[in-house]
């Protein structure tokens, strides 16, 4: 069973900036497609973003301020988010699938707060 670990979650102040990882107990590269996802309480679960290969997709409210990507020193892949807003808050998950699907994983998760 792999596991995903996110991490860099915490606290800002709105306008702040954050930069979440996300790593696997294997290698999170052997996924085809990573992506972030979020859930704030009380809505459902939505992407952030998503990459897999050459290609990355944002969802409307994070494009021009967040960025995926990979950080191939630490294995890992990232979340930079920028002009942090209050609705911003919610828990940020990674989710890393292969391409056909026969291996899908969820992260347990990491808390972002962001404080007006």
């Known amino acids: 069973q792999v596991q995903l670990v996110e991490s860099g979650g915490g606290l800002v102040q709105a306008g702040g900036s954050l930069r979440l990882s996300c790593t696997a107990s294997t290698n999170i590269f052997d996924f085809n497609v990573v992506a972030w996802y979020r859930q704030a309480p009380g809505k459902q679960r939505e992407t952030v973003a998503r990459i897999s290969g050459a290609n990355v997709e944002y969802n409307d409210f994070a494009e021009g301020r967040f960025t995926i990507g990979r950080d191939i020193a630490k294995k890992a892949i990232y979340l930079q988010m920028n002009s942090l807003k209050f609705e911003d808050t919610a828990i940020y998950y990674c989710?890393?699938?292969?391409?056909?699907?026969?291996?899908?994983?969820w992260g347990q998760g990491t808390q972002v707060t962001v404080s007006s």
């Open positions: 989710r890393a699938h292969t391409a056909n699907w026969e291996q899908a994983y």
